[in-house]
T-cell receptor
Framework: QQQVKQSPQSLIVQKGGIPIINCAYENTAFDYFPWYQQFPGKGPALLIAIRPDVSEKKEGRFTISFNKSAKQFSLHIMDSQPGDSATYFCAAGPPGSARQLTFGSGTQLTVLP | DTGVSQDPRHKITKRGQNVTFRCDPISEHNRLYWYRQTLGQGPEFLTYFQNEAQLEKSRLLSDRFSAERPKGSFSTLEIQRTEQGDSAMYLC???????????????FGPGTRLTVL
């Protein structure tokens, strides 16, 4: 199975809130889990990525939590800002340095001022 | 700006016509990927090149689709006999593989939005 399931489809939070976006995968061979941010009219941009040998990774206000046994990973955005309003995609990659990414269906985040 | 560029940004065509898109990767990036993104969905992998060699193709890439990267720099994606179901955003990404086994980050272009009437 190559599918990556992402939820929720949309999310609205107040400024300063902590939106959480969840993803689940089935293929245990995946070993690379990036999150991308996409603004309207733009291509996706890499935010943060994690490998299954760690359970958490933080970069600035963005944190990935990874649960290998449950085959789930999530993105937390601390102190969210209106400028964070965008569509967020999780993805998973098979072993190997390149290889294609399998993306989730996306979460449209709106951060209210 | 030295990011990934794609041309055209928008293309409207009639069913049955052929279309060609161009992608210019970040200079010196040796890997180039094509993805398709439909409304409300994440990108779906189509194919990728390492230098000029096309190394992998998705089952989504029907025989009406062909991609080339003749000199290992820019790439073209051609769709022959377009169908309404081909309407989507076509994204190109590039990356630099330096060390075997080390994941290389994919940088995406802005995409070409295709509308087939």
């Amino acid at each position: 199975q190559q599918q990556v399931k992402q939820s929720p489809q949309s999310l609205i939070v107040q400024k300063g809130g902590i939106p959480i976006i969840n993803c689940a995968y089935e293929n245990t061979a995946f070993d690379y889990f990036p999150w991308y941010q996409q603004f309207p009219g733009k291509g996706p941009a890499l935010l943060i990525a994690i490998r299954p040998d760690v359970s958490e990774k933080k970069e600035g206000r963005f944190t990935i939590s990874f649960n290998k046994s449950a085959k789930q990973f999530s993105l937390h955005i601390m102190d969210s800002q209106p400028g964070d309003s965008a569509t967020y995609f999780c993805a998973a990659g098979p072993p190997g340095s390149a290889r294609q990414l399998t993306f989730g269906s996306g979460t449209q985040l709106t951060v209210l001022p | 700006d030295t990011g990934v560029s794609q041309d055209p940004r928008h293309k409207i065509t009639k069913r049955g016509q052929n279309v060609t898109f161009r992608c210019d990767p970040i200079s010196e990036h040796n890997r180039l990927y094509w993805y398709r993104q439909t409304l409300g969905q994440g990108p779906e992998f189509l194919t990728y090149f390492q230098n000029e060699a096309q190394l992998e193709k998705s089952r989504l890439l029907s025989d009406r689709f062909s991609a080339e990267r003749p000199k290992g720099s820019f790439s073209t994606l051609e769709i022959q006999r377009t169908e309404q179901g081909d309407s989507a955003m076509y994204l190109c990404a590039s990356s630099l593989m330096l060390t075997r086994g080390v994941r290389d980050e994919q940088f995406f272009g802005p995409g070409t939005r295709l509308t087939v009437l």
